[in-house]
């Protein structure tokens, strides 16, 4: 079955024991992402140290794939610089566009394991609504901080 | 029974899909497709309008159609069927025109917490422009309404009442005519959508003491893009147009115009003469096969459907307990696992259902499942479609890593 391999235990781990959802409650900034036609809904809280993403969390509801992706892309991005997490948000995003090279992808490591929703369509807005948010969260975020 | 019927849909002969997602639109018979193509190859004209033979045999056709919906409905004259683009605009020529001229600052509207973003939105709007006050029937947690409590809702103040015939996440059918009684009492009308109840059950829009009642081609197995308001004939003769232009109108000088009699008031713009007439032959279609039969095969695969999701311990299913009060509806939440993946796994397995709040936004809200997963079953779905949506469902939380 298709659906197997792109329901991978990556996937699902992260859905059903999130590392990364719970309250952050000391953080800079609070952004909400939402979708609305699927009514995911996330708040992505960050913790900055000058130029480096210190800590971060998020809370909210909605798809594995959304929920996923966001508790793989705090994963990634917690402890690295502003600048490098916007960099990886743009190769996922890419990956996401079916654009990426096999190199890039690797990068991503973890949030790899959604390369495949770059043939699903439907699920584009689920899987890089963390992504969004985290880039509007560092671009506009600067005054709310 | 499925089996007899089934061969006349093409689309089902030619995709392995369990096409369970009935609600959200029907699929075709070839008769309606034949229908329509006929048209435009043998009949297509400007109808109402030209003098010659081709025109009036359009004309014809178009007006037939009519006659086909009033017979559906059971409504008094033809003159009281507005061909539209489907019920969600049958409703707003209600609100615009009826509702704009009829609601005063103060006033008050009552729409069901079922209700259709369709039958909301439009109330919304009047409400805002007019200053009066949106009211909610609330249903209790099984689908059905309370008449006590709603005859308590209705005031000499409520103007409109706006209900559902079947709503389309709980399949549950209204009490419309105790719902027209209690607003005819108060002065009200009563706006009915029947976009769920015509596909299912027989309709009287006399007999329901309804004063509008709107429903859609496409859900009754005729084509998209054609949808009727049936409307009582002396509150469409004191409406205002809701669009103006041509087709409706009598006679027009610079300053001014006199608009034609029902129907065509309402009917601005060159009609969707072709698929009224697809309506027309899906209409026959149904009479032809007759809703006695359709429900008994719409209740026993629901029937089958309910009794195994019964057994499973983490899928609940929204409205009734008995599967005869459900329209084919089955709308179900299963512990853990999110409506759009519950979707995208039964997709992946070949079953093609609905997933999220079904245009209905409140009602979910009030029943707390901010999204659902909905299949709809039409009566010529087969009962191994409804095996194949039941064997998907029972792997789902296993293949969403809760173990067996």
Redesign the interface.
């Given at each position: 079955m298709e659906n197997r391999s792109f329901y991978n235990e990556i996937l699902t781990e992260h859905n059903l024991h999130p590392e990364f959802k719970h309250d952050l409650p000391d953080a800079d900034i609070v952004l909400e992402g939402v979708n609305p036609s699927c009514g995911d809904d996330i708040f992505l809280k960050l913790k900055l140290d000058g130029d480096v993403i210190a800590d971060g969390a998020f809370v909210g509801d909605g798809c594995a794939v959304s929920q996923a992706s966001a508790d793989i892309m705090l994963g990634m991005i917690v402890g690295k610089k502003k600048e490098d997490a916007l960099k990886m948000g743009e190769i996922f995003l890419k990956m996401i566009q079916g654009e990426a090279s096999e190199d890039e992808i690797d990068s991503l490591e973890e949030a790899s394991a959604l390369r495949d929703i770059a043939h699903m369509p439907a699920r584009v807005k689920c899987a890089v609504l963390g992504w969004r948010t985290l880039k509007e969260a560092l671009l506009d975020g600067d005054e709310l901080s | 029974m499925a089996h007899a019927y089934r061969d006349d849909f093409p689309l089902l002969k030619s995709q392995d899909v369990a096409y369970l997602d009935n609600a959200a639109t029907a699929q075709r018979p070839q008769c309606v497709l034949d229908a329509v193509t006929e048209f435009y190859k043998s009949q297509n004209a400007n109808p109402l309008r030209g003098l010659y033979p081709l025109s009036i045999a359009a004309t014809e056709a178009y007006e037939n159609a009519r006659e086909a919906v009033r017979s559906f409905l059971k409504a008094k004259s033809s003159r009281e069927i507005i061909f539209t683009r489907n019920t969600t605009e049958s409703i707003n020529l209600v609100a615009y025109s009826y509702g704009l001229s009829h609601v005063k600052a103060g006033d008050e509207v009552l729409v069901s917490i079922m209700e259709h973003h369709s039958n909301l939105l439009p109330w919304q709007m009047v409400c805002r422009q007019t200053g009066a006050s949106l009211k909610f029937m609330e249903c209790e947690m099984d689908g059905t309404l309370d008449l006590n409590k709603v005859e308590a809702l209705i005031t000499p103040k409520t103007k409109i009442v706006a209900c559902t015939h079947v709503s389309n996440v709980l399949g549950r059918v209204n009490p419309i005519r105790e719902l027209a009684a209690l607003a005819h009492r108060a002065g009200a009308v009563l706006v009915v959508d029947g976009a769920q109840s015509t596909p299912h059950i027989p309709v009287d829009v006399q007999a329901l003491d309804a004063d509008f009642f709107a429903f859609s081609g496409h859900k009754v197995y005729g084509p998209m893009g054609i949808g009727v308001l049936y409307g009582r004939e002396e509150l469409l003769n004191a409406m205002p147009p809701f669009l103006t232009g041509g087709e409706m109108i009598e006679s027009v000088a610079r300053d001014g115009a006199v608009f034609a009699e029902l129907p065509h008031k309402f009917e601005a713009g060159t009609v969707n003469a072709a698929d009224a007439v697809g309506l027309h032959a899906a209409i026959d279609y149904v009479k032809s096969i007759g809703f006695t039969a359709m429900h008994q095969q719409e209740v026993a695969l629901t029937r089958r459907a309910m009794d195994a999701i019964d057994e499973m311990p983490h899928v609940h299913v929204l409205g009734s307990e008995k599967p005869e009060e459900h329209c084919g509806i089955i709308t179900f939440t299963v512990d853990?696992?999110?409506?759009?993946?519950i979707s995208?796994?039964l997709?992946?397995?070949g079953v093609a259902i609905r997933?999220?709040?079904h245009c209905a936004q409140p009602l979910l809200a009030y029943l707390k499942h901010?999204?659902t997963a909905r299949a709809s079953l039409a009566f010529y779905n087969k009962e191994s479609e409804v095996e194949r949506l039941l064997d998907s469902i029972s792997t789902l939380r296993e293949?969403?890593?809760?173990g067996k």
């Open positions: - | 853990g696992v999110h409506p759009h993946d995208e796994i997709a992946s397995d997933a999220g709040h901010p999204s293949r969403m890593g809760y």
